[in-house]
Structure formats: structure tokens, C-alpha cells
T-cell receptor, first 113, second 115 residues
């Protein structure tokens, strides 16, 4: 059972447009990570959020953790071809130091020059 | 963060054979994990590699098929045994720094094709 559902699954937009990717769950997480994975590489960490309602900005990327810590969003402003990749959210549930992550279903983003 | 390397980066194997994947970290880490990523899909956790004890496997994964070693705090191996074409995937190792937050850092992955 996939606990974290991402939407949309696929997104193809023109360079310069804005977009939002959603990560939703019925479960509460102690933290939420966002990763970007490019072809032939492993996922690269973008951000970690740990507080309900938390907003973090990384240049043109804005990440938000839901107040109830069950959902998150990633907003990209003025998308660039370098933003192309597979975006993955991942939720953590600390349990006596076992820091396992549950990964979302993924959003494959393509930015068209 | 941590720098993680994996060997081999890719391999093509015959069904019925086994492949051992190595994961090396540039610093001592508390947690090491192995994931499988099937083509076009997200990541699925295979197991947590525990230093000095048996790995902890997730539902659907067993030690006989995916034996794991972790002899020290910087190195782990995953073996894919008696391979079939369904084992064709990307295998990724990751590390957690034990900071109390579940952030993980990933290696570049091993791309396995079983014929």
C-alpha cells in the first residue's frame, strides 16, 4: 500500500510557467523530505520540513508542510529546463531511532524550452 | 551530508545467477538502507542494514533472496540471488546520519538488467 500519493503523476509545461506538485497522505509524519532524481542518478535531497505549517524556500522552489503533517506541496516559480526530473516526496516516522522513509508515488516533470 | 559510491554502476546478468552490489560511504553513519526502484516507478525499501547484526527486511523481501552484509559503519553489500528478469531494477543504497530527523542521502544506484 502506497501511503503517500503525489499529483500530478506527469507534468509537462513551458519554460517560465509556474507549477505545484502535491504530496498527500492520511497518515501523520514526523518529517517530510523532497528529492529530485535525474536519469541515471540517485535521488538528491532538496529539503526537509519537520514542523506543521512550515514553509521553506530554496531559490525558485517553495516547500510547505501541512498543518496536520499529513501533506506537503512543492511550488516552482518560472520553471527552467534544469528543473526537469522525477520529484519524490518521502515521509519519516521516527520510531526509536529507526529513521525509515516512505516514498511517494513520484511526479515526472518536463520543462519544455 | 555524505558521499556515497556504489559498485557496479550497471550490469547485465543471466537468470539464475547472483550479483553483489557494494555501497561505500565516506564517513561513519548510523543507518544504511537498500531500496529498489523499478523502471518508471518510485522507491521501495528492501531492508535496513544493521551494523553487527542481521538486516531488518520489509514485507515482501526475504534474506534468502536479498542477503545483506554490514561489516562496519561505512560499508554494506546487497546480493540479489537466483535472479530472474523481474529483478531488473535500479538498486539504491542510502544513509541516515542519525540526527533524529529521517533525512537520507543516496548513492548513484546500480542498474541491473537480467536476461
Amino acid at each position: 500500500t502506497q501511503l503517500l500519493e503525489q499529483s500530478p503523476q506527469f507534468l509537462s509545461i513551458q519554460e517560465g510557467e509556474n507549477l505545484t506538485v502535491y504530496c498527500n497522505s492520511s497518515s501523520v509524519f514526523s518529517s517530510l523530505q523532497w528529492y529530485r532524481q535525474e536519469p541515471g542518478e540517485g535521488p538528491v535531497l532538496l529539503v526537509t520540513v519537520v514542523t506543521g505549517g512550515e514553509v521553506k524556500k530554496l531559490k525558485r522552489l517553495t516547500f510547505q508542510f501541512g498543518d496536520a503533517r499529513k501533506d506537503s506541496s512543492l511550488h516552482i516559480t518560472a520553471a527552467q529546463p534544469g528543473d526537469t526530473g522525477l520529484y519524490l516526496c518521502a515521509g519519516g516516522r521516527s520510531n526509536f531511532g529507526n529513521e525509515k522513509l516512505t516514498f511517494g508515488t513520484g511526479t515526472r516533470l518536463t520543462i519544455i524550452p | 551530508s555524505a558521499v556515497i559510491s556504489q559498485k557496479p554502476s550497471r550490469d547485465i546478468c543471466q537468470r539464475g545467477t547472483s550479483l553483489t552490489i557494494q555501497c561505500q560511504v565516506d564517513s561513519q553513519v548510523t543507518m544504511m538502507f537498500w531500496y529498489r526502484q523499478q523502471p518508471g516507478q518510485s522507491l521501495t525499501l528492501i531492508a535496513t542494514a544493521n551494523q553487527g547484526s542481521e538486516a531488518t527486511y520489509e514485507s515482501g523481501f526475504v534474506i534468502d533472496k536479498f542477503p545483506i552484509s554490514r561489516p562496519n559503519l561505512t560499508f554494506s553489500t546487497l546480493t540479489v540471488s537466483n535472479m530472474s528478469p523481474e529483478d531488473s531494477s535500479i538498486y539504491l543504497c542510502s544513509v541516515g546520519l542519525g540526527s533524529g530527523v529521517e533525512t537520507q542521502y543516496f548513492g548513484p544506484g546500480t542498474r541491473l538488467l537480467v536476461l
